[in-house]
């Protein structure tokens, strides 16, 4: 017996040490679980075993300070992207709206207005958006700034040209990144390039 953070700890140093550990990306260890850092995210306030990989399960587990792996990711990650902040000072100014009953479009203006390069949407049901904000982010996008559409909704994908014309309103989907995780590869993608279609492709590839 131990308490949870010492013990934690101790798996996490089990599993850097492995080599099966090799190549599979940033690695979350908690409760004797090993996750994808992609896929993985908190999901109770109070919960000790609040983290969890919601869309994909577990990349293994470890039994005894041993690790049985069941799964690899297959996104490309890590030292397999384009990216390198090492110079930068600054990351892209990106924010988040959320769409709600009824919800203003005044977030989305007041974000354009302040020169924001990108604009997460975390929209309901398959990243659906409120007619306002949809508007209001059309012109956006239009006129430059780059929009990703997210779900609030904790699991599941936000599909490409669904239930929205992405390809017409030059709309990013962010497939299974929430819209916390979306934000993060929007500004890191903004530092390559501000082409939706480019963007779109970043977000299938990693």
């Given at each position: 017996?131990?308490?949870?953070?010492?013990?934690?700890?101790?798996?996490?140093?089990?599993?850097?040490?492995?080599?099966?550990?090799?190549n599979?990306?940033?690695?979350?260890?908690?409760n004797?679980?090993?996750?994808?850092?992609?896929?993985?995210?908190?999901?109770?306030?109070?919960?000790?075993?609040?983290?969890?990989?919601?869309?994909?399960?577990?990349?293994?587990?470890?039994?005894?300070?041993?690790?049985?792996?069941?799964?690899?990711?297959?996104?490309?990650?890590?030292?397999?992207?384009?990216?390198?902040?090492?110079?930068?000072?600054?990351?892209?100014?990106?924010?988040?709206i959320?769409?709600?009953?009824?919800?203003?479009?005044?977030?989305?203006?007041?974000?354009?207005?302040?020169?924001?390069?990108?604009?997460?949407?975390?929209?309901?049901?398959?990243?659906?958006?409120?007619?306002?904000?949809?508007?209001?982010?059309?012109?956006?996008?239009?006129?430059?700034?780059?929009?990703?559409?997210?779900?609030?909704?904790?699991?599941?994908?936000?599909?490409?040209?669904?239930?929205?014309?992405?390809?017409?309103?030059?709309?990013?989907?962010?497939?299974?990144?929430?819209?916390?995780?979306?934000?993060?590869?929007l500004?890191?993608?903004?530092?390559?390039?501000?082409?939706?279609?480019?963007?779109?492709?970043?977000?299938?590839?990693?």
């Amino acid at each position: 017996m131990s308490a949870d953070g010492p013990f934690n700890l101790y798996n996490a140093v089990v599993t850097a040490a492995d080599k099966q550990s090799a190549n599979r990306g940033v690695l979350v260890v908690m409760n004797d679980t090993v996750m994808d850092g992609r896929d993985v995210t908190k999901t109770n306030t109070t919960d000790v075993a609040t983290f969890k990989s919601v869309n994909y399960g577990p990349l293994g587990y470890i039994h005894n300070g041993k690790i049985d792996y069941q799964r690899t990711p297959q996104r490309k990650h890590t030292s397999s992207t384009p990216f390198d902040v090492a110079k930068l000072t600054a990351l892209p100014k990106v924010g988040i709206i959320y769409n709600y009953a009824n919800a203003s479009d005044l977030p989305a203006k007041v974000l354009v207005d302040a020169g924001y390069d990108g604009i997460v949407s975390a929209g309901v049901g398959n990243g659906n958006l409120y007619k306002t904000i949809f508007d209001t982010l059309a012109t956006a996008a239009h006129n430059g700034t780059v929009v990703v559409r997210s779900s609030r909704v904790p699991t599941g994908a936000t599909t490409q040209d669904a239930e929205v014309d992405d390809a017409k309103y030059g709309f990013v989907a962010s497939g299974t990144l929430n819209p916390q995780k979306a934000r993060v590869l929007l500004q890191l993608a903004l530092t390559q390039t501000k082409d939706p279609k480019q963007i779109q492709t970043i977000f299938n590839q990693y």
